[in-house]
Structure formats: C-alpha cells, structure tokens
C-alpha cells in the first residue's frame, strides 16, 4: 500500500511531507529509509536517484519510507542548519519503530542525505546499517565521524563525481570502521544521470545480501 503521510516534528510546528510504501506483510519486519539531497540545492525526495531507489525497494515489496526534509515541498519549516535535519531523520526513524513497529530499518542515503542520514546510525538499535550514495565527507568531516559503527555499510562512488571528490574517496573509505564495501561507478558524476539503476541494485542488493546473512545467524 502506498500513502502519503504528514510527521509531526516533536516540540515544533513542522509536519514532513513523506510517501511510504508498506506492503502490509507481516513476514516483512526490515523498511529502507530514504535520505535525499541538500535541501539547499534543489534536494528533494523526488530526486532521480530517490525516486529510483523508492521504485526499486518498492517493486520487490520491501517496506519504504521516503521524505522531504524540513522547508522543501510540502514540509513545513525551514532550513535548520543540519541540526535540524538530523532531528527529521530521528523522527522517521522513530515512527518507523514506534508508529509501524518495524524491528529493523536500513538507512539509504544520497549525498547530503549521506551524510546527514547515516549520522544516526548508532542512535537507535533498530538501525542494522547503511547505504551511503556519494557522501561528501570532504564538505561534512562531522558526520563522517557520527557515521563511524561497526555496523554493515556500503558505499557507491562515482568515478567522475567532483562534489563528493573521487580523488579523496578511498581515503576517506580507508578509515571507516569495517565491516564496509564500496562499488565504484564508471562514468558517473555526482547527480547519476543514467545511471540511477545500477545505484539501485547495489543499494537493493546489499541490504538483501546483509538482511539474509541476519536470518542464517539467528
């Protein structure tokens, strides 16, 4: 079932636009949030490479939450300087446990929602990992170190990406805590034109290689 939902922002007069697919399954208990990019420029949870991850998810009946941060669409508010915006992840996350009581949530997270969505990785236990799509840890070094755990994480990295600068992408890589992938896309710059189905597979691929090895342990 897919709805379209407004979040109440707790102890703020900001709602979050969001689209929630939830197949109503109950032997489905893991949902894929979705971060977009910065808010600033142009970032919205209709984004190409947003929209493409929500369809993919979506299409093999995985539980998906997709949302605008605060002051984009129709979220109200404002910009709020990256705290903000940390607190809006924090209040997803917290209807997705709380509201829809879902055990297990995977962040998935595009750029600034890179960096601001797997910044709270550690703040709930129900968080099993993520998916961090062209983190600019050059311009976010504070939520690469928020986004240290020793949870499962991959990252995808476009080879041509100059935002969230290639030339620095394996040094950064190189001091996250394992256990850590990457796929590295040939071609591609930042925004993904094109190539928004391969940065959909890895995402979708991972989180079902990392949610299997779950079961076989348990």
Same mark, same amino acid.
Request: aromatic share 10%.
């Given at each position: 079932m897919l709805k379209e939902i407004k979040i109440p922002v707790p102890n703020t $007069?900001? $709602?979050?636009e969001t689209e929630f697919f939830n197949p109503d399954n109950d032997k489905v208990n893991i949902c894929v949030l979705l971060a977009h990019p910065h808010s600033l420029y142009g970032g919205n949870m209709s984004n190409n490479v947003i929209s493409s991850l929500f369809s993919t998810f979506s299409n093999e009946n995985i539980p998906t939450l997709r949302f605008n941060f605060r002051g984009v669409g129709k979220s109200t508010g404002s910009y709020g300087q990256d705290i903000g915006e940390q607190e809006d992840i924090r209040t997803c996350i917290k209807f997705l446990i709380e509201k829809e009581e879902f055990e297990k949530i995977f962040i998935v997270g595009y750029s600034y929602g890179a960096a601001i969505g797997c910044s709270q990785v550690n703040t709930f236990k129900n968080i099993m990992g993520y998916v961090a799509i062209a983190f600019p840890f050059d311009l976010f070094i504070m939520f &690469? $170190?928020?986004a240290q755990t020793s949870k499962p994480k991959l990252f995808i990295q476009g080879n041509m990406d100059n935002i969230a600068n290639f030339r620095n992408f394996l040094k950064h890589f190189k001091d996250m805590k394992p256990p850590k992938e990457y796929k590295i896309i040939n071609n591609a710059d930042h925004f993904f034109w094109g190539f928004e189905n391969q940065v959909s &597979?890895?995402?979708f691929d991972f989180v079902k290689k990392i949610e299997n090895i779950r079961k076989r342990i348990i």
């Open positions: $007069n900001i $709602n979050l &690469k $170190n928020l &597979k890895f995402a």
